[in-house]
């Protein structure tokens, strides 16, 4: 069984362009939530979406945004990147969005120069 | 102040001690706590999750919730090599809610 694939697993960008990742989730999961997570610090919620809608939005500018798509695969896009974007983004779904049911994927380890 | 506080370590023990890593939190509104596993370049793997308070054991595994001090703790027995990683804690004020994390304990167990 696939779990949660997250790509591309690396990437570097320059400030101020922009980023998109991408996630797929586990099958038959319907809610996917990105995370991000700082060297040397806890994951940060950024989203949560559940058959398609938007159900949660973390403390984050409105340069990140996301959508699900109808097989339930997700897209984190960040725009005019900055250094401090730098971070593993950790994309996790679960089967009904129960905070308790998540499976993280490995994560897309972003740097920005 | 950080709603979850967790002390980053690193924490070193030799293969077989106990193994006992910790959180406060101050969000009293938190019902659901977690415990998850990271190694290095991974993502997070759950070990444990409790709802409200009491214990929960699974396997070397102990999970408390003391939702009064607003305290909770993980505890590994007969700690192996393959345990060293970095432990997070997690909580949320309700199922489908955000997890909030605490910033992980590094654990090196020796041989």
């Known amino acids: 069984d696939a779990g949660v694939t997250q790509s591309p697993t690396h990437l570097i960008k320059t400030r101020g362009q922009h980023v998109t990742l991408r996630c797929s989730p586990i099958s038959g999961h319907k809610s996917v939530s990105w995370y991000q997570q700082v060297l040397g610090q806890g994951p940060q919620f950024i989203f949560q979406y559940y058959e398609k809608e938007e159900r949660g939005r973390g403390n984050f500018p409105d340069r990140f945004s996301a959508r699900q798509f109808p097989n339930y695969s997700s897209e984190l896009n960040v725009n005019a990147l900055l250094l401090g974007d730098s971070a593993l983004y950790l994309c996790a779904s679960s089967l009904d969005g129960s905070s308790y049911g998540y499976t993280f994927g490995s994560g897309t380890r972003l740097t920005v120069v | 102040q950080k709603e979850v506080e967790q002390d980053p370590g690193p924490l070193s023990v030799p293969e077989g001690a106990i193994v006992s890593l910790n959180c406060t939190y101050s969000?009293?509104?938190?019902?659901?706590f977690m415990w998850y596993r990271q190694y290095s370049r991974k993502g997070p793997e759950l070990l444990m999750y409790?709802?409200?308070?009491g214990n929960k054991e699974d396997g070397r595994f102990t999970a408390q919730v003391d939702k009064s001090s607003k305290y909770i703790s993980l505890f590994i027995r007969d700690s192996q090599p393959s345990d060293s990683a970095t432990y997070l804690c997690?909580?949320?004020?309700?199922?489908?809610?955000?997890?909030?994390f605490g910033k992980g304990t590094s654990l090196l167990v020796t041989p």
């Open positions: 997690a909580m949320s004020a309700g199922s489908g809610y955000a997890l909030n």
């Open positions: 969000n009293s509104a938190f019902q659901y």
């Open positions: 409790t709802y409200s308070s």
